[in-house]
Antibody
């Protein structure tokens, strides 16, 4: 069974940093592109970042470029999102998701999400 | 970025009725459009990818159609568990933008 389990969310002050983790199991992690998608409270979905199987290609939405870094450790079957210089508008549930194997940017497996709240 | 506009914002229907949801793209995305279902407190679930392909385990009452800029998700006969929010999403280019969602509620 495929499982994606996020952790690391919480309350942080504006300007602060947070590192999210996603533990993957039940599939060959190093064969898949992986993504982070967020959802502000009561709002829609926004793709945040995307990373290739070997970490050599990374993509970011404009609103997080220069502040967020996506990475992965294939030996640990883990995905990460380092978030720096956090703003109130970064408050959201952050989902870790797997890109479908042969369709890049189609998300066929999702974690349960971890809530990040940026507030003083 | 490609903008996806979903309509209507809310659809009020009864179980057993047919639901037709629309998604329009600001420019062509070919057939690179997916549909997701999200229930309160849950992560989204992939229903349809590349306009018309059902994802694994998705019932046949869900179908997708369209290409270019206009797409439709049809639920042929609503079951109680289908009342949820539905999002379309394009993968024509990065970022893979989502529509604003259509809420299907019980009438």
């Amino acid at each position: 069974e495929v499982q994606l389990v996020e952790s690391g969310g919480g309350l942080v002050q504006p300007g602060g940093s947070l590192r999210l983790s996603c533990a993957a199991s039940g599939f060959t992690f190093n064969s898949y592109w992986m993504s982070w998608v967020r959802q502000a409270p009561g709002k829609g979905l926004e793709w945040v970042a995307n990373i290739k199987q070997d970490g050599s290609d990374k993509y970011y939405v404009d609103s997080v470029k220069g502040r967020f870094t996506i990475s992965r450790d294939n030996a640990k079957n883990s995905l990460y999102l380092q978030m720096n210089t956090l703003r109130a508008e970064d408050t959201a549930v952050y989902y870790c998701a797997r890109d479908r194997w042969v369709q890049w940017l189609v998300l066929d497996q999702w974690g349960q999400g971890t809530l990040v709240t940026v507030s003083s | 970025d490609i903008v996806l506009t979903q309509s209507p914002a809310t659809l009020s229907l009864s179980p057993g009725e047919r639901a037709t949801l629309s998604c329009r793209a600001s420019q062509s995305v070919s057939s690179y459009l997916a549909w997701y279902q999200q229930k309160p407190g849950q992560a989204p679930r992939l229903l349809i990818y590349d306009a018309s392909n059902r994802a694994t385990g998705i019932p046949a009452r869900f179908s997708g159609s369209g290409s270019g800029t206009d797409f439709t998700l049809t639920i042929s006969s609503l079951e109680p568990e289908d009342f949820a929010v539905y999002y379309c999403q394009q993968r024509g280019n990065w970022p893979g933008t989502f529509g604003g969602g259509t809420r299907v509620e019980i009438k």
